[in-house]
């Protein structure tokens, strides 16, 4: 039976289609889910893209919280649902709060494009078990509200409790505090990346191939589940 992965469209989402090709090349099934429909029609985990949903009027992902979809994801997630969540996705996550934090303008104030390496932290997650521990990959990174920030205390558990799936090298390109570039929740299910691994899945037209990896994981998560 195949795995369907849904991938959610809002007004203003940018990498939808992208997200579904990274999803298909990793062997699953895309499922297009449109932001109004609470029915998630059998998918097995959903990706929340990129993109400037509801052009990221109020807050960035402040007004996508409350699509209807959101419902659905926001009860199944609880129960165990597989969701990642990239850019625009990552900060619907925090709005929704199935992940704490919140993610703000760049310390730079100037929207940020380029390709970011970043070392994984965590393999045990649903979306990221195809990679080992302090493994480094590279993956395009475009944001302008990308500075994960957090308060003392939850940022110490965050870390205490091994939360932090991925960080920024070389580089901190937006000053997000102790250079997180995604967390997940206690769960392991849901996991909000700032960075874009759907645009690193094919050697013609992305730095790498070693965003592939989030997708792939997840049909291993759900195949052995």
């Given at each position: 039976m195949t795995t369907r992965v849904g991938v959610v469209t809002f007004p203003g989402s940018l990498d939808d289609r992208d997200a579904?090709?990274?999803?298909?090349?990793?062997g699953a099934e895309p499922v297009a889910l449109w932001h109004r429909d609470k029915d998630l029609h059998q998918v097995d985990a959903v990706v929340l893209p990129g993109g400037f949903s509801y052009?990221?009027?109020l807050r960035c992902g402040a007004i996508?919280?409350?699509s209807p979809v959101m419902d659905t994801i926001i009860e199944q997630a609880r129960l165990g649902m597989p969701v990642l969540g990239i850019c625009n996705g990552f900060q619907v996550l925090c709005e929704s709060h199935l992940l704490p934090g919140a993610l703000t303008r760049n310390d730079s104030l100037h929207f940020i494009c380029r390709d970011q390496k970043l070392r994984i932290e965590n393999a045990a997650t649903a979306w990221t078990r195809d990679y080992t521990v302090g493994q480094e990959i590279v993956v395009p990174l475009k944001n302008g509200e990308g500075r994960f920030v957090a308060d003392a205390h939850v940022l110490d558990a965050?870390?205490?409790e091994g939360r932090v799936?991925?960080?920024y090298l070389d580089v901190n390109p937006n000053g997000s505090y102790r250079d997180?570039?995604?967390i997940t929740n206690a769960a392991g299910n849901v996991v909000g990346l700032m960075p874009h691994p759907e645009h690193a899945v094919e050697p013609l037209t992305?730095?790498?191939t070693e965003g592939?990896?989030?997708f792939t994981s997840v049909l291993k998560q759900l195949v052995n589940a």
């Open positions: 579904q090709r990274a999803v298909r090349l990793a052009g990221d009027y996508s919280r409350f965050l870390e205490a799936v991925a960080r997180i570039a995604g992305g730095p790498t592939l990896g989030f």
